[in-house]
């Protein structure tokens, strides 16, 4: 008796999972705008130039190499930053000026202390195949110098931004347990070394970590919004103060299937680009375009709502207190 109901509720979940994973399918493939260069396989960073250009990094195992692609995803162009490694390139990021920053801060067993950010001139003013670039270096005061305990294992890193003439940086999870933190940290965007300053915390998620893991970063060009990147998600921060980029509102727009979605940018204040790594052929390879004023957003905080909410409890505690206070 038992075999068989164990027999029917599989033939009856067998087919909603299927939907599901259809329309999770469909989700994302509605979003796909073109395929990159089969070269571009593990693109790790992109961004936009001054021309609306798009251009794009590989993970590590490539050379320290910026491609310049058509709007087919092919690639046009490639530039050599001649004094730089690419050790395990993860994001690029730009400031008001144009020029580009290209993080090579992967750090996926917790074992380097110093960390790299390259800093090139805006590539529109790049008129050869190389370029020399200024280089910034940093470190966690928080690591140490001993090994990093499983459960402190949140110095890996694959996103960062440009903000008010620093770097912000959003570290990819590896504790174990897993408790899903990406922590935010602060260096300088110019040649130096430099003690990373923590600003804050966020939660994704605790339930597998690659659903959660924080791998790229991008502010809008007025600087009004900040977006995280993970594997199933968009995370949307808007009407922070200061440079705490988590207390502000926060929405999480779904993207659908499953993939190893490794960059976002965006295009202007209103759309976001973002691609995944090609996964042996099967998939991935491709970008991807949302409209922020178009897609469905989840929402998980309302920083107004938080402040009437404490203010109220602030206003019912000072109630109490009178109420209980001697009559003169």
Not at 23 to 44: G, Q, R
Not at 171 to 193: C, E, S
Request: net charge negative.
């Amino acid at each position: 008796m038992l075999r068989k109901g164990l027999v029917i509720t599989t033939v009856i979940l067998l087919p909603i999972a299927a939907v599901a994973f259809f329309m999770s399918v469909h989700e994302l493939f509605k979003m796909k705008t073109v395929t990159v260069d089969p070269k571009l396989k593990e693109i790790s960073g992109i961004e936009f130039d001054k021309y609306k250009r798009l251009w794009a990094i590989n993970d590590s195992g490539d050379g320290p190499i910026l491609y310049m692609l058509n709007k087919d995803g092919t690639i046009e162009r490639e530039v050599t930053v001649t004094n730089a490694k690419n050790v395990d390139w993860e994001d690029m990021t730009q400031n008001s000026f144009g020029h580009f920053f290209l993080g090579d801060f992967g750090n996926n067993d917790n074992k380097r202390r110093w960390l790299t950010i390259y800093k090139i001139e805006n590539p529109i003013d790049i008129k050869t195949d190389t370029t020399e670039a200024e280089i910034i270096k940093f470190t966690y005061p928080e690591m140490g110098k001993g090994k990093v305990k499983p459960q402190d294992k949140n110095y890996d890193l694959e996103a960062f931004v440009e903000y008010k003439r620093n770097l912000y940086l959003f570290t990819k999870n590896r504790t174990q347990p897993f408790d899903g933190i990406t922590k935010l940290y602060k260096v300088g965007d110019h040649a130096a070394n430099f003690d990373a300053q923590l600003i804050g915390e966020f939660k994704t998620c605790t339930t597998l970590e690659k659903l959660c893991w924080i791998t790229s970063a991008a502010i809008s060009p007025d600087r009004t919004k900040l977006v995280l990147l993970d594997s199933t998600s968009l995370w949307l921060f808007e009407n922070f103060e200061g440079d705490n980029f988590f207390n502000g509102d926060v929405s999480r727009i779904d993207l659908g299937v499953v993939t190893q979605k490794e960059a976002v940018t965006f295009y202007d204040n209103n759309t976001l680009v973002f691609t995944d790594e090609e996964y042996k052929g099967l998939f991935g390879g491709n970008v991807y375009e949302v409209k922020l004023d178009q897609a469905k957003r989840n929402v998980i905080k309302y920083r107004d709502r938080l402040k009437q909410d404490s203010e109220g409890a602030e206003q019912k505690r000072e109630s109490s207190q009178l109420e209980k206070a001697p009559k003169q």
